[in-house]
């Protein structure tokens, strides 16, 4: 629990280079993420040049993250390897997390920078990298040391939690929000 309860968004890091050894970690972490009828629809793209990392800021908005650390995994979902269709974009948020958790682990930091389900996003990174159209580009994974440590936040919401079934508003009142009942607080 340490590795899940303490990971957060890194977006400073510092020039430390990440090894091929701690990526291929990070990747064989991913790829032992659950995936619907076990069929592992993902690809990954490791960038390390600084330059294609540079680019990719330069054709998404709040990717400037991916200029100050020393590397990023982009994870893409192959649509032609799907048994079940419609599952790829849960395998590969299982495969992102895992990356994200693993990279806590191992003393590193990671930022999750979504493209899929926004059209834009995607072919931009597809043509930059000239990604094939059967496989989306998922998300971006910044990669580094980082250069600040922060103490980890408790996101527990008990409000959030409902047990046997969701609650049923009584006649006339409105759905609790935020774990508040608006017509008596």
């Not at 020039?15 to 009828?37: F, G, I, N, Q, Y």
């Not at 993250?65 to 790829?88: R, Y």
């Not at 590193?108 to 580009?137: C, D, F, S």
């Not at 998922?138 to 046997?164: C, M, T």
Request: proline share 8%; hydrophobic share 40%.
């Amino acid at each position: 629990m340490d590795a899940v309860l303490s990971r957060h968004s890194t977006r400073f890091y510092t020039s430390r280079p990440v090894s091929k050894e701690l990526l291929d970690t990070l990747l064989k972490a991913a790829m032992a993420a659950p995936s619907a009828e076990d069929e592992r629809p993902w690809h990954f793209v490791v960038i390390s040049d600084r330059r294609t990392r540079e680019k990719i800021a330069t054709i998404l908005l709040y990717a400037h993250v991916v200029t100050n650390a020393p590397a990023a995994i982009l994870v893409c979902g192959d649509e032609s390897m799907q048994k079940l269709p419609g599952f790829w974009p849960l395998d590969c948020a299982a495969a992102t997390e895992n990356i994200l958790i693993e990279a806590e682990q191992l003393g590193m930091g990671a930022e999750w920078l979504g493209l899929y389900p926004i059209p834009g996003r995607i072919q931009a990174v597809r043509n930059l990298l000239k990604i094939p159209e059967h496989v989306t580009p998922f998300a971006l994974v910044a990669v580094g040391y980082p250069a600040e440590k922060k103490a980890p936040g408790n996101r527990y919401d008990e409000s959030r939690i409902h047990r046997e079934t969701w609650p049923v508003a009584e006649e006339g009142s409105r759905q609790p929000r935020n774990g508040k009942n608006y017509d008596t607080d």
